[in-house]
């Protein structure tokens, strides 16, 4: 059963903007907070944003005040609102549930995001 689909990434030139949505099953959805991850070639995946049940945001320093996310209740879905895009920004980006700070379910197909310069 697949529980996570992550969709809306693409080719984008730097300064640009893209809108990722993740979702999940009702009962991933519900009763645990969801983040957004990336991974760039050669390198670790990595946490960018995460949404708790009662909407409390964090961000990485890296994406702070440029990334939003947000959570539908009612669509069971999660979004990653990416402004300002960098190079930099290129990777794979992942949606996972977590719960005590770990990622519970098998990563998805994710999807990629590739920023021009």
């Known amino acids: 059963q697949v529980q996570l689909v992550e969709s809306g990434g693409g080719l984008v030139q730097a300064g640009g903007s893209l809108r990722l949505s993740c979702a999940a099953s009702?009962?991933?959805?519900?009763?645990?907070?969801m983040g957004w991850y990336r991974q760039a070639p050669g390198m670790q995946r990595e946490l960018v944003a995460r949404?708790?049940?009662?909407?409390?945001?964090n961000y990485a320093d890296s994406v702070k005040g440029r990334f939003t996310i947000s959570r539908d209740n009612a669509k069971n879905t999660v979004y990653l609102q990416m402004n300002s895009l960098k190079p930099e920004d290129t990777a794979v980006y992942y949606c996972?549930?977590?719960?005590?700070?770990?990622?519970?379910?098998?990563w998805g197909q994710g999807t990629q995001v590739t920023v021009s310069s």
């Open positions: 996972n549930a977590i719960r005590g700070g770990i990622p519970i379910r098998s």
């Open positions: 009702r009962s991933l959805f519900v009763f645990n907070d």
């Open positions: 949404i708790t049940t009662g909407g409390t945001t």
